[in-house]
């Protein structure tokens, strides 16, 4: 059987039996069916890898049917693992069995554990679906489905009002973004009359086509990916998807959802590499995105809601790199990414776990006696995305910086302060939530403990890759040649990548404020929280409140479009149904009663009436004949 098949079959038969047996099995079987049937493709694609290596041209196809021919053009569910798709696919399937290991422990009191599970495995299928599939339509089932398994997890404890509003408005938010991507493979199909990336892509990267199509087809695909990868001004729903439980946040900010924009622009590095208007346009909205999210992170008190805009602002940071051009580096980034990112969210649940699901870090404090592991591999995490020296953030975040600094010295400066807002805010909350006494009540201080190996084995692992995942694209300084993960992808892009390399002093200098950036948020927070003990802010006043309430920017898209909207349909239905249905109805009523009322004397069940007005029936037709013979 073809492996790509394969790979997909598990999830969506983990999803199929869980959805349906999962919760008439013994207590404990369905949760360890979902993480089985991640795990397998996991080691089926990890079996591909040497096929993949030993020729750099290699691909591996499945052609599994045709949807229909339209005038020529054939859509079809077709496949592909490459170099691109199986590094995008390991990420997705290991990140994922470890998240589903952790969910075992983290959803074992729930009644519902194995829908959950069901939802988790189609979700990691969807995501698998996007990044395999052969073209952009079965991209698009993709794209479509994790939007549907967000909505269902981020509302997953739907009794709760607030986070069923949360699924709605990541739901809708998405719909938005993929009315861009629509359009975008409509101009696709309309000019190169077929949506398989093979066609397509060498098509565009041979000159096909004008600058105003490329820019056309760029700008709108990327507005696709502004939806799934939050960027502003669609990036509000992310924040709020941490209604769903810890785990599905993980998923989400680590391994599927968010990285399908960033994905979509390097599948698509052809077109993006002949339009620079709309990498322009990438490199700011990533500019303005990686700023933003770093402020708001600031002044949040919620611990998942400090992660939640940090996956913000450093999705604006992998978008600046595919903005300037370095799509390796984005990847790069992607991938350390994940590492740091899965261990903080699952870090935060670790914590949620122990402090009897509270989330407020100002009600924490001291944890890190009562959870030395947890705290141990948060503090990893949060070294690795603030930028250590040699932790695998360290690496990625410096080429995205080296990268900008070659393309517009504004706009590095402005990627420095983000940075340096990233340390800030980081470790503002690394020692909020263990550092110092504890600040809650006595109740919630009562039996804090740290997690059962199910939930502190991922915690170790992604500890590990988090401090030695920068191995996979050591910079060019270093090695004096390019490092393993630009090597690795260069045969899959259609025009030659050639990323800048600076002098050893100009790079010197970059590491300097690459660790600056890092010593200075580091110093800053640990005098503010640790050395002065201050107690962390209620934000009541001047721009710690603008901060604390995230700019008012859900406000505004409250009173600016969500209110206008509800107006236009509260008028549309006192039109619709007050005066055209109720007046229709109401105005046919009096001419059927007095119908009724004609018929009910005609009908009186006299034989003779009855003769009579068969006499004049004849009578009217003889005539009406006479009339027109």
Partial sequence: MNPIALILLFPLLGFALNGTIGHKLPKGIAPWIGTLFIFLPFVITLGQWDILSNDVEATIKWDAYTFFNLDGIIFKAAFTLDRLSIWMTLIITGIGTLIHLYSISYMD??????????????????????????NFLMLFFGWEGVGLCSYLLIGFWYQNASYGK??????????????????????????????????????????????????????????GAMGKSAQIPLFTWLPDAMAGPTPVSALIHAATMVTAGIYLVIRCEALYALAPIANEFILWIGLATALIGALIGLRQNDIKKVLAYSTVSQLGFMFVALGVGAYTTALFHVTTHAFFKALLFLGAGSVIHGVHDRQDITQMGGLKKMMPLTYI????????????????????????????????????????????????????????????????????????????????????????????????????????TDGFLASWLRPTFLIFENPAHTDITTEIILIGVAISIFLFGFIYSRSRYITKNMSPEQST?????????????????????????EFLGDILFALVDTLLLYGLTFSVHPILRFIGRFNRKIQNGNIEYYLLYMVGAIALLLGLNLLFA
């Avoid at 006494?437 to 039996?447: H, I, P, S, V």
Wanted: hydrophobic fraction near 55%; charged fraction near 15%; charge should be neutral.
């Fill in 377 to 480: 591999t948060f503090l990893i995490g949060t070294l690795a995305i603030s930028g250590f020296p040699l932790l695998s953030g360290f690496f990625s975040k410096d080429e995205i910086l080296a990268s900008v600094f070659h393309h517009n010295i504004v706009a590095y400066i402005v990627l420095v302060i983000a940075a340096l807002l990233t340390a800030t805010y980081m470790f503002r909350l690394l020692f909020l939530t263990f550092h110092g006494e504890f600040r809650g009540t006595d109740y919630a201080l009562k039996d804090v403990h740290e997690s059962n190996w199910k939930m502190t084995t991922p915690l170790v692992v992604l500890a590990v890759l988090s401090i030695l995942g920068g191995v996979l694209n050591l910079p060019h300084y270093l090695l004096h």
């Fill in 541 to 565: 006043a001047g721009i710690e409140k603008v901060l604390s309430n995230k700019f008012y920017i859900d406000e505004f898209y409250q009173k600016a479009i969500v209110r206008p909207i």
């Fill in 109 to 134: 009191h729930d009644p519902n554990a194995a829908k959950f599970f069901s939802f988790l495995n189609f979700f990691v299928f969807n995501m698998l679906l996007l990044v395999l599939g052969a």
């Fill in 166 to 223: 949360a699924a709605r408005k990541a739901f809708i938010m998405n719909r938005i973004g993929d009315l861009g991507l629509l359009l975008g493979m409509f101009l696709i199909i309309k000019n190169y009359g077929s949506l398989e990336y093979s066609d397509v892509l060498p098509a565009i990267a041979q000159g096909t086509g004008g600058s105003v199509l490329l820019t056309s087809i760029a700008i709108l695909l990327f507005i």
